[in-house]
């Protein structure tokens, strides 16, 4: 059990360019709820942020992102790197202003295409060796130019170039060289970095599902005093007990007064799990990336809108959604935004993958919304449970990966 206790006031931390207000302790769980004041705002945590690859989340406009109540959004180091390129980055001034945001945005460093693009990568000491899955042209990312990248874009949170391998590589030796060079990599990262007090550089704990790595790498990089901390290397088809017992592992080490970041993550159940392990932040492109195959994100699970049962269907998405897509219009006689007009369009329009996506992207912002306002009430466990019987009517249908952690921090989900 997490011996912990309700806030009695607002814990605090202060780095140049991040304030970290702790705001709520659940008494069951190990969830969390807090403020992150960054350049651009703050951030209310726990979080779900939403993947803009190319400087632009696929389906909707900024001012339709925006409309979501999303405040912190990730774009890719990689990629941007490669096309606009950095030589447009600094003659627009950054990212920002390339795609018309006012609010936060978080860089991934390009570690994770040493996964994503092993065919087209080799990994150094140096840095990354890729072959640019553009044109073919070689590109090599070493920590200082990952660095030098995302000063260029001027992201809110910067991230470490890391050596990341999937989970389930059995080449233990190889993990640890991995976990052991990101740590160098984290210094030579902190040593490049030209804008500290405008842009939070968070490190990333690497170390497969081994957990005495895992903790190893915790203490290497809670000792470098990053504003905020990351845990990488998971979403790589580990199974979920493993995925949870790393998570548990290293959330136990990490600091009250540091954000805790577990990159890739996506699915509404990781989510709500990982919060109760102590998690804050999350990113994963499935939200969007299922909206563009026509399935929509809901309470009660996934609804596939191109089957002939929508087709005569004229109630909104979700109901109860308050979504741009889902809220009911005012004017006498419109019916808004439907499942039927969904359907129709699913197959052979763009509009029905828009009209998810603002949908999907809102869903895992609310639910986020929805688990923090349930830890500053300290009824999170019970949110909990209230969550997974909607989405499982039979209790016995429960993931048993999803039972076991959630045990592990109080909750008994099949507690009658």
């Known amino acids: 059990m997490w011996p912990v206790r309700r806030m009695a006031s607002t814990m605090s931390a202060s780095s140049a360019a991040l304030r970290f207000d702790l705001i709520a302790k659940c008494s069951t769980t190990r969830a969390r709820a807090s403020v992150m004041t960054l350049p651009h705002g703050p951030v209310n945590l726990p979080l779900f942020m939403p993947v803009a690859t190319q400087a632009s989340l696929k389906g909707i406009t900024p001012e ?17 790197g490669l096309k606009p390129g950095q030589e447009v980055l600094d003659a627009v001034g950054g990212a920002h202003k390339l795609q018309g945001w006012k609010h936060n945005i978080l860089t991934d460093s390009g570690g994770f295409q040493m996964v994503s693009l092993l065919k087209l990568a080799t990994v150094t000491e140096e840095g990354v060796r890729f072959l640019s899955p553009h044109d073919g042209t070689p590109m090599l990312l070493t920590p200082e130019h990952s660095i ?33 060079r990101s740590v160098r990599w984290l210094d030579r990262c902190i040593a490049a970095h030209k804008n500290p007090h405008s842009q939070n550089m968070f490190c990333i704990i690497q ?3 081994d957990l005495d790595m895992r903790r190893e790498c915790c203490r290497e990089m809670v000792a470098r005093d990053t504003p905020g901390i990351a845990i990488g290397g998971l979403s790589g088809g580990e199974a979920k007990d493993d995925f949870c017992r790393v998570v548990a592992a290293c959330t136990e080490q990490l600091p009250d007064l540091k954000p805790r970041y577990v990159m890739g993550i996506g699915y509404p159940e990781d989510l709500v799990v990982s919060v109760a392990l102590g998690a804050d932040m999350f990113d994963c492109v499935w939200p969007t990336r299922t909206a563009r195959f026509g ?36 004017e006498e006689g ?49 949110f909990v449970k209230e969550f997974f019987a909607r989405l499982y009517p039979d209790r016995q249908s429960f993931p048993s990966w999803a039972v076991s952690a959630l045990r592990g921090v109080g909750i008994d989900l099949l507690e009658t």
């Open 295 to 330: 399935n929509a994100i809901t309470k009660h699970g996934m609804l596939n809108m191109k089957r002939e049962m929508f087709a005569a269907d004229f109630g909104p998405i979700e109901e109860g959604c308050g979504c741009a897509c889902c809220r009911p219009i005012e």
């Open 148 to 180: 030098s990248l995302q000063n260029s874009i001027g992201s809110d949170i910067i991230m470490q170039l890391d050596d990341v391998l999937v989970t389930t590589s059995p080449d233990l030796a190889r993990m640890r060289e991995a976990m052991e």
């Open 207 to 209: 170390g497969g599902l």
């Open 334 to 382: 419109a019916m808004g935004i439907t499942r039927a007009f969904v359907h129709h369009n699913a197959a052979k329009e763009t509009v029905a993958a828009h009209l998810l996506t603002i949908h999907n992207v809102y869903y895992q912002l609310n639910l986020m919304r929805e688990a923090r306002e349930a830890i500053i009430e300290d009824k999170y466990p019970a």
């Open 64 to 80: 339709q992102l925006e409309d979501t109540g999303c405040r912190l959004c990730l774009n890719n180091t990689y990629h941007l």
